[in-house]
């Protein structure tokens, strides 16, 4: 077995266990840690999959900041074991039909991917390099992305006339 | 391009403008002098196509014609006479009037976006820059809480609709055969429509509807344009409602002029809603600000007579919406420039005003009969075209006979303001207004007039193509 068929399975068990776990720990705080290890797991698979970028915004955008958010409305809210409240039946169903819908979604997708070929082109393909991104960024896309720029300028400004006391 | 970079730069000078100098008057002269030089780039674009200042390859993403410029250069020159008429309202809407004029300016950058895009991602980041700071002057007068309501309503509306917005470009993306954002790409051509595209395309209409604040889409229009401060609320109705109509044609007139038999009827019946809607609650309304919040649907409901227009041989449509944005532009900012003045916002408050104030009188009514569509005035000349663009559809006959019916419900509730200036007696007030004020209110009131003598000096400049 090479390293990264080692790392591959590694990754996989370790995301698996923490998903159940996150479902499973009576605890919320628990779940969100349990969470984050997924998403690290998860992002790991896209650094074999040579999609350095897909990886760096995944840990920042959700292991970063949404869990972070998370995170702080459980505290603020202070949740905890004893406090989890009885869940509805008709909303565990409902929780079950909407898994199995997206299993069905799965399922269907890939009854008919062929298996034969290689299904994952890890360390090669050049698509998730930053490289490649950049080039469309600043090449094609030079304008819209120069013109956000105003955009988050005025809603910086807006930030600071609302929030800004002595008025 | 001009006005693109012009205005954002300016929007960062207004910004520093209040850093340095703790005298206000400097914002109010900063922003003037912005306003005019953005309105000479604009002049100098047009003149020159092809030939801007800056020399900017956009990659196709934008395209400048004469109907977005000469639009721009009608956002332009309405702002300026809004800064010279309001500029001082402004400044006592709270303690930062450097960045309420920036984000102004930043609107005016999403206004020019919204005129000259050539792709749906500049069609949303223009829409955006368009709607985020005037979500955020709309709340500016921060102990009121009307005005707190009204951002908050006007924010998550705006926020719905954004995700409208984007979700209709994601199923036209999905629906274009190359998988492309640019508006010449996703029309369909001879090929009969796929559901991806009609379900893109009818999002797409929904979300500009809103913008637009077209019925049934607008209940948030009412509300935020009574809550926010006065001063804002003739910029909003009046520059930025012309920028997203123009946003509206180009997409349909661009895009979706192959699927017109998809949308043309639905467009029709918004229109008649819309134009039901807004005159008939205008008539109930007991405030003048909201009975003008009302009536600006209303005259949405005419405005969009340009879009059931847009696949007319001759540039009918455009034309009529520009005439159309120039007359309700510069007769809004007259009367919100008057209104802001005065302490009493109800019908009552406008008692005996020709008595004490005769000047503010006469040309609030000159304001008044525009937006009526009395002859004489621009107003008349735009609401002419708008029928006429809808008789020659040819199918549309119904909605003319309505729109004329619904015109004179517009006269009553505007006379009545007219009338309480005239002939009512009322208790002195104070309407602060000085020679400056008076006169600048004159001009406006004469440029009206010319626009309905000679329509065809702003209708023209559209067939220049190149000097």
């Not at chain 2, 002859?375 to 609401?383: C, D, E, M, V, Y």
Request: charged share 10%; net charge neutral; proline share 3%.
């Amino acid at each position: 077995m090479s390293a990264t068929q080692v790392l591959f399975w590694f990754l996989s068990v370790l995301a698996i266990f923490s998903a159940i776990m996150m479902v499973a720990s009576k605890n919320p705080i628990h779940s969100v840690l349990w969470l984050i290890i997924v998403f690290f797991a998860i992002s790991g698979h896209y650094v074999l999959l040579n999609a350095q970028f897909l990886a760096i915004v995944n840990l920042i955008v959700y292991a970063g900041a949404i869990m972070v958010l998370f995170l702080f409305v459980i505290m603020l809210m202070n949740l905890n074991a004893d406090t989890e409240p009885q869940k509805n039946k008709w909303l565990k169903m409902a929780g079950v039909i909407a898994g199995g819908a997206l299993l069905l979604v799965f399922v269907a997708a890939l009854k008919n991917a062929d298996l034969k070929n290689q299904l994952v082109q890890t360390n090669s393909g050049e698509i998730g390099l930053i490289n490649n991104l950049g080039l469309s960024l600043f090449h094609d896309y030079v304008v819209p992305f120069e013109v956000s720029s105003v955009l988050f300028l005025s809603a910086m400004v807006g930030a600071v006339v609302i929030a800004k006391k002595n008025d | 391009m001009n006005a693109i970079i012009l205005s954002a730069v300016w929007g960062v000078v207004m910004m520093f403008s209040g850093a340095f100098s703790k005298n206000k008057m400097w914002a109010r002269y900063l922003a003037i002098a912005g306003a005019a030089f953005l309105l000479l780039a604009n002049i100098a674009d047009m003149y020159a196509q092809g030939n801007p200042f800056f020399h900017i390859d956009t990659k196709g993403m934008l395209t400048f014609n004469m109907f977005g410029l000469l639009v721009n250069a009608i956002a332009f020159a309405t702002t300026l006479i809004y800064f010279f008429l309001s500029a001082k309202d402004i400044e006592e809407v709270g303690p930062h009037a450097g960045e309420y004029f920036a984000l102004i300016f930043f609107v005016l950058c999403g206004v020019s976006l919204v005129t000259s895009y050539n792709n749906l991602l500049i069609l949303f980041i223009g829409i955006e820059i368009l709607s985020i700071p005037l979500y955020i002057l709309t709340g500016s007068s921060k102990q009121n809480l009307k005005s707190n309501e009204a951002a908050l309503k006007y924010f998550l509306m705006g926020a719905f609709s954004t995700g409208i917005l984007l979700l209709g470009i994601a199923f036209l993306y999905g629906a274009s055969k190359t998988g492309s954002f640019f508006i010449d790409d996703i029309g369909i051509g001879k090929v009969p429509p796929s559901p991806l595209f009609i379900i893109g395309l009818l999002l797409l209409l929904a979300a500009l509807s809103f913008k637009v604040s077209a019925a049934p889409f607008h209940f948030w229009a009412p509300d935020v344009y009574d809550g926010s401060p006065t001063v804002f609320t003739s910029f909003m109705i009046s520059v930025v409602k012309g920028a997203a109509f123009v946003a509206f044609i180009r997409l349909f007139a661009d895009s979706f002029l192959e699927a017109q038999p998809i949308w043309q009827l639905i467009m029709a019946l918004i229109t008649a809603a819309t134009l039901f809607i807004g005159n008939i609650t205008a008539v109930f309304q007991q405030s003048v600000k909201r009975m003008l919040a009302y009536s600006s649907i209303a005259q949405v409901g005419f405005m969009l007579f340009a879009i059931l227009g847009v696949g007319l041989k001759t540039n009918t449509a455009q034309e009529g919406i520009v005439l159309y944005i120039a007359a309700y532009s510069l007769a809004s900012i007259g009367i919100f420039a008057i209104l802001a003045r005065m302490k009493d916002h109800s019908f009552e408050g406008f008692n005996g005003l020709a008595k004490q104030q005769p000047l503010l009188a006469g040309v609030n009514t000159v304001f008044f009969l525009s937006l009526a569509g009395i002859p004489l005035t621009a107003g008349f000349f735009a609401k002419y075209y708008m029928l006429s663009i809808a008789l020659q559809t040819g199918k549309y006959f119904w909605l003319v006979i309505f729109a004329v019916f619904c015109a004179a419900i517009s006269i009553y509730y505007y006379f009545r303001v007219i009338q309480a200036m005239y002939f009512k007696e009322g208790e002195q007030q104070e309407v602060e207004a000085s020679p400056a004020f008076k006169g600048m209110l004159v001009a406006v009131a004469v440029i009206i007039v010319l626009l309905g003598i000679f329509p065809q000096w702003l209708i023209n400049k559209l067939s220049i193509i190149y000097f």
